[in-house]
Each structure stands twice: as structure tokens, then as C-alpha cells.
């Protein structure tokens, strides 16, 4: 890890809101999977098709106020001090903890799903923060680390949130929902004051107009286009393999429940890995120089990864364990090829955000950001849509993986015919 990393992980100025940070992430997807994993082994146990369903509203409940609320947020954060607004925030989510332990306690659905939508509304006004704070906490020459150690841990938290949610009953896993919401409140008093650019500002409480006066100003500014278009293909990325890498084990590969974990520990340890290296990479720099190449090496692995499988032997009755799995070489390339999806995603992803945080005027980052997570959103509902029909259509899981590979050696080249000296692709700073 670089000597800057390490410093901003010992300085106040960075050290609680990225604790804070990490804490509402993993919470997030602690509660997710608890509540998932209630209804599909207990509420719904003996009916897979009422438990597919409540999934997908799950999913959909938890999306909607990333895009209604998000313009709305952006604009608050430009309004106020931004460490205050986090306290703000901290405080209403140990409030949405101690219901969300209530709703796993009395395995009620309907308080479930309202605890659900506060989560994601709870998200919506933390994400406008995520990335705006930032530039003022930290020097220019200490954002790409910055931003590098907050991917890194955002990733960490996903997976180490799902994985406790998976390995802890409902009843503990409210509990300890509770103890972190009060941890992270804590943490939240300790961040510097980050004192309004816009007190002016008066926000536009019409959700489907503010939308559309947030995203249309960053759009049409080249570099914040290009930087939010790819950040959009990142998560389309990401969910894309979080989501079929299950199917894919127990269909094409024949492996145990195990290996999904293992699979997707590869991909979020590849994830953070380039997170952190990129810093050393752009040497402090803030520039999407990288992005045609990290594309390409993105699209090479996913490739690869579609010819792994479809070049692994057939399965036979009885699911393979991960010992049983690896012992077979051809696991090992796919574990590289997750491996290298992960750093590639990584490296092409924590510049654009740093460009997202200076490209555009300092008294419009919140709602800049904010339009960013609105494209995110929109992108992975999209993405979520065209992969449902083409399964339904009759495609293969393995076949999603090759679309996914040529779509993004397409974009790849297609970046190669922007700018380089255009805003594009901002000079070095």
C-alpha cells in the first residue's frame, strides 16, 4: 500500500468518514441478505417461486429511491455542511436499525420492505456524499488515494456483509445492526466540518424534475460524461457477475454452494487490489488516460472467463466442493480470469471518480455526484432487464459473459477515438 494510503487511513481528515462509510455499506448488505435469506428459508421455504418473486421487488424497492431521491440529495448536500449532513444521516439509520432488528424478529414482511426502502433512501443521501466530501477533506494530490481506499473498502464491505448475513441467524444479525448504526454514529462526530458551497441553493422537491435538472448539466460536459458513462458500465459490470456467478456454479460448473463465496471473494480481492495499486499507477494524477486500456483488459478477462467455462468438463450428479473444484486446473484460470476482472474494474473506475470530483464547478459536485448515481441506478435496472429477456429468450448463463466481453472490447475501442487532449481526458494535476 502506497506511503499516502496509509497516511490517510491514520488522519482524522479521512479516517472517520471512511469508517462511517464502510459501516453503512456492510449494514446494508447484512440486512439485505438476512432478509433474503429468511424469506427463502423460512417464510417462503417450500415455495421458490413466491420466494423469486419477493427477491425481485426486494431488489426493485431498494433501487427506486436511488433514482428518485438522489437529485433531491445531491442538492441537499450542496446545501449544507456535508459532515453535518452525515450526522444527520447517522443518527435517522440507528433509528432504521433498531426497526430493521424489530422486523427480523417478528419475520414481518410488510416492516421488512419499509425498513428496505428506508435503507435505500438511507443510501440515495449518503452516496451524494460519498464522492463530494471528499475533495474537501482531502488535497488534490491525496484524492485518487482517497478514492482508491473508499472503492477498496466498499467492495470489502459487500462481500464481508453478505457473508455474515449469511453465516449469522436474523436474530443476531439485528442485533448487530444495531451496534453498528451506533459505532457509525459515533464515527460521524468525528469528521471535519466540510462547510457549503451553495447556502443559497433552494432544492427542487419535484423528484422527476430534479432528476432531470441534476443529470442534464454534468452530460453535457464531456469529461463528467465520459466519467459517468463508464462508472455506469462498471456496476452493469459488477452486476452482472454478483448476480449469475451462483447460477453459473450450480448449472455449468456443478460445484457446491461454497464455491459461490469463494468465486466472489476472487472478484471483490481483485476489485480492492486495483483499487489501491491504481494510486500508484496514475502516480497521484486525476486523469482517464486509462480507461480505452483498463476496458480492453477488462473485456480480454471476461472472454476469457466465457471460454473457462464453456471449456469445463460437464458435471456429474454430485456438486463438486471447492477442494474438489480446484484440483482441477481449469478452476484456477477462472479464478485468474475473476482475478483480473476485478483489478481491471478497479483501475478503470477510481480514476473516473476522480474526475467526477474535479471536472466540473466546485458549487455543483453533490448534485454532480448525485447525477452519477441516478446513470448508475438506471444502468443496472436496464442491465437487470436485458438479462431476463434474453434468458427468457433461451440464452445460456455463459453466453451473457460473451455478450458482456464483446460489449466491452466495443467501448473500448470506441474510447480510443476520444480526444486525448480534449476535456475528455483531462491533463495530469
Known sequence: MAATQLTLLKSRRFSPFMAAHFQSVFCNNLFKTSMLILVAFSLFEDRAEASSSYAMLALGIYALPHILLAAVAGQIADLIDKARLVRIIKVAELFLMLLALLALQLQSLPLLLAVLLGVGAKGAFLAALEYSLLPQLLERRELLAGTGLMQAGAVIAVLTGQIAGGLMSHQSAGVILVLLAAAGMGASWLIPPAPSSRPDLRPDWNLLAAVVRVVKPPLGERALRTAMLGISWFYVVGALFTSQLAPLIRNNLGAEPEVVSAFLAMFVLGTAAGAVAVHMI?????????????????????????????????????????????????????????LGVGAAASVMVVPLYGVLQTAGPVERRGRDVAANNILNAVAVLLATGLVAAAVALGASIPSLFLLLGLSTLAIAGGALLLPRGGAAFPPNG
Not at 486523469?287 to 471449456?311: E, I, K, Y
Not at 458435471?315 to 479464478?335: H, K, Q, T
Open 282 to 338: 496514475m502516480r497521484g494524477s486525476i486523469s482517464a488516460r486509462l480507461l480505452p486500456a483498463a476496458m480492453a483488459v477488462l473485456g480480454l478477462f471476461t472472454m476469457d472467463f466465457w471460454l473457462g467455462v464453456s471449456a469445463f468438463p460437464p458435471g456429474g450428479r454430485d456438486l463438486l466442493s471447492f477442494a474438489e473444484l480446484v484440483s482441477m486446473p481449469p478452476a484456477w484460470r477462472l479464478l485468474a480470469d475473476l
